[in-house]
């Protein structure tokens, strides 16, 4: 089934703090780093839960953009928390590696996405590591990224993960492989009209990969959005195409959370 909206947003500006005083966690959300390993490599995720919750509850998965596991991914699992769900947020890269540089940012992206078996093993452990948690039902997990995270989850949904949803929030769009002939999980994908890093000839082998597998996938492309669009932060690297757009994060936010009420409650 495929649903395509395409929506007008303005490009708004709202300053960072007063976008996290806003998205604050209330008292009850625990955070606490896990150290796990995929090979050699030592990982260290952060977990977010409802510390006031006794019972078992839906797990999302949150991968992180190319920068590395910074403030930004830990503050979508803290939201995800006050939602009621278990979060966590995984490590790709290993070694405590965070930047604001998007040439280190590039190269270490790089390493990972050079080799899709590699890429799609490291982000399932993450998943694993996930499961693995006293708080979480096992069989309701989700998986959310953010720009290199996004494309993590569609290689994620391309290779079968155990997911009953992904989300891509301005992601790069890989389009699935020949070997890729069906995909289980549901898909959304938020998209800026405006991304110049993707161009339309991806986006178009994306839909017609997506067709090809049957999957059950919806897109909404937003107008007036460019990349990271969801990330209050985006201008502060210096990069034309890089910028904040609060009606975009706020709707792609609340389609995030529709999908979830669908499929893992």
């Not at 703090?17 to 090979?39: L, R, S």
């Not at 890269?93 to 280190?104: F, I, L, P, R």
């Amino acid at each position: 089934m495929r649903r395509m909206i395409y929506r007008p947003v303005l490009a708004l500006a709202l300053a960072f703090g007063m976008t996290v005083a806003a998205g604050q966690a209330p008292a009850a959300v625990k955070t606490k780093t896990i150290e796990y390993k995929d090979g050699g490599v030592t990982l260290k995720g952060v977990l977010a839960w409802d510390d006031a919750v006794s019972a078992k509850r839906p797990g999302v998965l949150v991968i992180h953009e190319w920068w590395g596991l910074n403030d930004y991914a830990m503050s979508r699992a803290k939201q995800l928390a006050a939602e009621g769900y278990v979060a966590f947020a995984l490590d790709m890269y290993g070694d405590d590696k965070v930047t604001s540089h998007a040439e280190d940012a590039g190269a270490w992206m790089k390493q990972i996405t050079g080799n899709v078996e590699g890429w799609r093993a490291r982000a399932n452990a993450g998943l694993d590591v996930l499961k693995a948690q006293p708080q979480v039902d096992g069989a309701n997990v989700a998986a959310i990224g953010y720009c290199f995270g996004g494309a993590t989850v569609m290689q994620m949904a391309y290779a079968g993960s155990d997911v009953k949803a992904v989300v891509s929030f301005h992601g790069s769009l890989p389009p699935p492989g020949e070997e890729v002939t069906s995909i289980g999980p549901r898909v959304l994908v938020a998209h800026g009209r405006d991304d110049a890093f993707i161009p339309a000839e991806r986006v178009a082998a994306f839909k017609a990969g997506l067709d090809r597998t049957g999957a059950d996938w919806e897109m909404t492309i937003y107008s007036d959005t460019r990349h990271g669009f969801t990330n209050p932060g985006a201008g502060a690297y210096g990069m034309d195409n890089l910028a904040y757009n609060e009606t975009a994060d706020k709707r792609s936010w609340a389609a995030m959370l529709r999908l979830f009420d669908e499929t893992l409650k």
